[in-house]
T-cell receptor
Framework: GAGVSQSPRYKVAKRGQDVALRCDPI?????LFWYQQALGQGPEFLTY????????KSGLPSDRFFAERPEGSVSTLKIQRTQQEDSAVYLC??????????????FGNGTRLTVT | AQKITQTQPGMFVQEKEAVTLDCTYD???????LFWYKQPSSGEMIFLIY??????QNATEGRYSLNFQKARKSANLVISASQLGDSAMYFC???????????FGSGTQLTVLP
């Protein structure tokens, strides 16, 4: 079946522009995560949704970052007034149920954001 | 503090040989889960293997096995009979206690030589 789909695959933004990154999780998946991966580093947690509820946004680096999942399926990560340090790959991951100890995440290919 | 350390930024292995990728962690939680992911150049994170902190037997999945040493707080990934397609970045990740998110190490770039 279809995996986690993210769009766009690549995004170039001028500093100060707003961007919106989309994630289509695997159909029926309850849990959804956003991660930020800087070049050569491991992914860093941004935020977590269970259905439409955003249960944890402790990883969002500033109030310029905003995520939503209004109908419990597709999610959008929005970054306002982009800055150069926002340049990274943004990964979306989903899981079929509520998260327990053994709940591997299924990742998309990511969106590579470059802020010039 | 909860921390994951992968001390090998890069590793080389000859095709058909076995290789061990190191992962150590620091946590005061008694309950946690250990995961290994592979990230090829395409960017997608691929789940390889899981070990729970209370599992007594080391996990195995095909050519992947996890050398879990709880007292030493290490969870090394062993890949047997390496293939050229194994060349990728490998990440150790953990779910600590009741946390929902995975915390990732900094990764090891594995290159398999023909």
């Amino acid at each position: 079946g279809a995996g986690v789909s993210q769009s766009p695959r690549y995004k170039v933004a001028k500093r100060g522009q707003d961007v919106a990154l989309r994630c289509d999780p695997i159909s029926g998946h309850v849990s959804l995560f956003w991660y930020q991966q800087a070049l050569g580093q491991g992914p860093e947690f941004l935020t977590y949704f269970q259905n439409e509820a955003q249960l944890d946004k402790s990883g969002l680096p500033s109030d310029r970052f905003f995520a939503e999942r209004p109908e419990g399926s597709v999610s959008t990560l929005k970054i306002q007034r982009t800055q150069q340090e926002d340049s990274a790959v943004y990964l979306c991951a989903s899981s079929p149920r509520r998260i327990t100890g053994y709940s591997p995440l299924h990742f998309g290919n990511g969106t590579r954001l470059t802020v010039t | 503090a909860q921390k994951i350390t992968q001390t090998q930024p890069g590793m080389f292995v000859q095709e058909k040989e076995a290789v061990t990728l190191d992962c150590t962690y620091d946590t005061s939680d008694q309950s946690y889960g250990l995961f290994w992911y592979k990230q090829p150049s395409s960017g997608e994170m691929i789940f390889l293997i899981y070990q729970g902190s209370y599992d007594e037997q080391n996990a195995t999945e095909g050519r992947y096995s996890l050398n879990f040493q709880k007292a030493r707080k290490s969870a090394n990934l062993v890949i047997s009979a390496s293939q050229l397609g194994d060349s990728a970045m490998y990440f150790c990740a953990m779910r600590f206690g009741s946390a929902r998110q995975l915390t990732f190490g900094s990764g090891t770039q594995l290159t398999v030589l023909p």
